[in-house]
């Protein structure tokens, strides 16, 4: 099993204009007989699902997403070279397959930029994004969820959000800030379980089931 999501830690990088990260001490064993941490961040920290209402008026909240849309068979693509703000569309999509993108994906779609190891930094902000017609045609091939290893699938600091838009607006999913996509094979497993509140996103746990 590997693991695919940030840790959570005290004033790591968040969206911009999202709340910042605090873990302090709540209690402690000395004082109070038992140790508590008391964590103030938002929905959308570190490796987190991104449910529908957090675009949509109206969409599903993560109170209303089953497990089993969040675990099963994913297709990873791999994707080399790409520049700083580059739109990526079916054809880079396509170019990491031997023989094409398949015409019917499995339900999970990961996308993986090599931008998780900018995450932390100024240059995370500069990720690659996703052109809005192919994720549209991938939610025609079949993905129910959109994986990404950058802040978000559309450009940080861009305007709107296009893909957001696509995606959240067909009641599919959006996970973002992967991590540790290097090495996974085109197919595996993947389980991606969010903290069990009803919001408009969760920090997620990811993990590849690979031996």
């Not at 693509?77 to 580059?86: E, M, S, T």
């Not at 993947?190 to 690979?210: E, H, K, Q, S």
Request: no cysteine.
């Amino acid at each position: 099993m590997r693991e695919l999501s940030h840790r959570i830690a005290t004033g790591m990088q968040v969206y911009p204009g999202d709340p910042g990260v605090e873990i302090g001490s709540a209690l402690e064993v000395a004082r109070d007989g038992v140790d508590v941490a008391q964590l103030r961040l938002g929905s959308h920290t570190g490796t987190h699902l991104d449910a529908p209402s957090h675009t949509v008026p109206g969409g599903r909240t993560t109170g209303r997403i089953g497990l089993d849309e969040l675990v099963g068979e994913s297709l990873v693509v791999h994707l080399d070279d790409l520049a700083p703000r580059q739109r990526y569309g079916l054809a880079e999509l396509a170019s990491a397959f031997a023989g094409g993108l398949p015409e019917r994906v499995p339900p999970i779609v990961v996308v993986d930029t090599g931008w998780a190891s900018r995450f932390g930094t100024d240059a995370a902000l500069e990720h690659p994004a996703l052109d809005p017609e192919a994720a549209a045609e991938l939610l025609r091939r079949g993905m129910r969820v959109l994986a990404v290893d950058t802040l978000s699938p559309d450009p940080t600091g861009g305007d709107g959000f296009p893909v957001h838009d696509v995606v959240l607006g067909g009641d599919a999913l959006i996970v973002e800030n992967l991590t540790g996509l290097d090495g996974l094979p085109e197919r595996v497993r993947i389980g991606l379980f969010p903290m069990p509140i009803d919001a408009d996103g969760a920090p997620v746990r990811a993990v590849a089931f690979v031996d």
